[in-house]
């Protein structure tokens, strides 16, 4: 018996009934043989950790654009957040940690430079629209790996694919909306927990908001301090989804009318301020420009993969991979005047 094996084995003697086993997927798009040392959770996890596009999040805006200061949340940090909440109602529930923390650390990888504006900005440049989630499933399909993708299984891209739900139910009613797992459904979740705290947090200390801004009553139901809210939720998800039998994952009412206030709350002061507004302006200029001449330019730049794809999809492929600091250092390049050198 290998070391995966013995791996296998202890899922099943451990884990929940209502957790998926790595023994047990639906497997890969290609044929792999199975691995001696890892499960095919853990090996999805490890090839998303040294993706192209995993290391390029920590360059990426969560909210402001390309924010100074060592403190603000990226792409990458908000994904390590995801992926710790997950993680700690996964290993409560029984359910695999291995799988959860794979799509925890795959779901944003589609995501734009420029936080929410550069996705509204590149939603409206290309034709058929552009959705982050969409974009995180087709980066480990079709864009890694040089047009080859992660080759990852079933469960995993599912939950990438599925993670999101907009200002939509937290967790949807509706089956077809939700991972199929319960561990993606987990990561759905955790990722709402994620930020709706520290975007919280990253708004106080760019001064958009103050203390005195967020509701009373959901401070006195929530928690005060950024370490208590998530404490609170995190408990509260493990015990509603417990109470229901682990027949779904779940949270009681009363916390999940004030998560989705406090979500309504982040839109209206936080994402949609008149001061993010501002920064909108601005990402869209750039990102509008780059677009238009890379469609006229494209040699340089966008890559012959995905075959068949349009080359308005293909750009905003290499757009959406920018990371921040990417962005504004090739607009630079492209739009400003340099000097000349000198005799």
Known sequence: MTIREKLEEIEKETLS???????????????????PLRTDFQRDRDRIIHSKSFRRLKHKTQVFLSPFGDHYRTRLTHTLEVSQIARTIAKALRLNEDLTE?????????????????????AKLLPGGFSHYEQSLRVVEKLEYEGKGLNLTYEVR?????????????LDD???NLPVTFEGQVVRVSDVIAYVNHDIDDALRAEI?????????????????????????VEDVVEATLRADLGKVAMSKEIRDAVIELRDFLYERVYFSPQSREELDKTRKIITDLYQYLLKTPGDYIKPYPQGDSLEKRVGDFIAGMSDSYALALYEKLFFPHSWPTL
């Open 158 to 170: 599912d939950g990438i694919f599925k993670h999101s739900k907009g200002r939509g139910e937290i």
């Open 102 to 122: 794979a799509i925890a650390l795959g779901h944003d990888l589609g995501h734009t430079p420029f936080g929410h504006a550069g996705e509204e900005s590149l």
């Open 209 to 233: 908001i103050k203390e005195k801004d967020i509701p009373f009553h959901l401070i006195q139901r929530l928690g005060k301090w950024h370490a208590a809210r998530i404490d609170k939720m």
């Open 174 to 176: 509706v089956k077809r």
């Open 17 to 35: 009934p209502k957790a998926c086993l790595s023994s047990l997927t639906k497997g890969r798009a290609r044929f792999e043989a199975p691995h």
